[in-house]
């Protein structure tokens, strides 16, 4: 079935380096896309998100990129800091399969060593 | 910043029980959301909220659900007689905006039910 999947389950980076976590997608109607940050015992914390008609948005040492000729969707975090570690979902919107609400992907957990 | 917030953070139930978990979105947020998250697994969407009225719902959402918005602040999901797949954490959220005009959700740190 159609799914938001992840690459990697578990990305270990260090401290300072820059961390890409992938996210394919598999709805070519998928209009719209989240990603969030989790860490452990809390909610999903917005992040950045995109609409489909980019392919590319920068935030505050964050990036996310969109590649739909492949379904593909990336986070770049520059400079990662221990308190980058946490789970990261994706999410999207799909415009056929519910007007408002999100579907996430699995999640990668970041693990951030000094 | 504005957060939402959720009460209680954990909620230990018997099976068959009713329970009521509470939500309170950021103030200025019109539409409102539950989803749910079963221990290691996705977050799955339950049902979203506007104007005082189910605007979308999933399949998980069946007649044992209920949302309701009691008064100006408080967003509330109840589980009429809670079965044991019913464990998962719950999180509220709530946004400006549709998903369609930039309105991102934000959601609440979660509450954790547990159904014995």
């Known amino acids: 079935g159609e799914s938001v999947g992840l690459h990697l389950p578990t990305l270990s980076v260090q401290e300072g380096d820059n961390s890409i976590i992938n996210c394919a997608y598999s709805n070519s109607a998928s209009d719209y896309f989240i990603w969030y940050k989790q860490e452990s015992g809390k909610g999903p914390q917005f992040i950045i998100d995109?609409?489909?008609?980019?392919d590319k948005r920068q935030g505050q040492r964050v990036t996310v990129l969109l590649n739909k000729t492949v379904k593909h969707l990336s986070l770049q975090i520059a400079a990662t800091q221990p308190g980058d570690s946490a789970v990261y979902f994706c999410a999207e919107r799909r415009r056929s399969g519910g007007y408002n609400k999100l579907i996430f992907g699995a999640g990668t957990r970041l693990a951030v060593h000094p | 910043e504005p957060e939402v917030t959720q009460t209680p953070s954990h909620q230990v139930t018997q099976m068959g029980q009713e329970v009521i978990l509470r939500c309170v979105p950021i103030?200025?947020?019109?539409?409102f959301y539950w989803y749910r998250q079963i221990l290691g697994q996705k977050v799955e969407f339950l049902v979203s909220?506007?104007?005082?009225?189910?605007?979308?719902k999933s399949e998980i959402f069946d007649d044992q659900f209920s949302v309701e918005r009691p008064d100006g602040s408080n967003f509330t999901l109840k589980i009429r007689s809670t079965k044991l797949e019913d464990s998962a954490m719950y999180f509220c959220a709530s946004s400006e905006a549709l998903l369609a005009d930039g309105g991102s959700q934000y959601f609440g740190p979660g509450t954790r039910l547990l159904v014995l």
């Open positions: 995109i609409r489909s008609n980019m």
């Open positions: 909220f506007y104007n005082n009225e189910i605007s979308e």
């Open positions: 103030s200025n947020h019109l539409y």
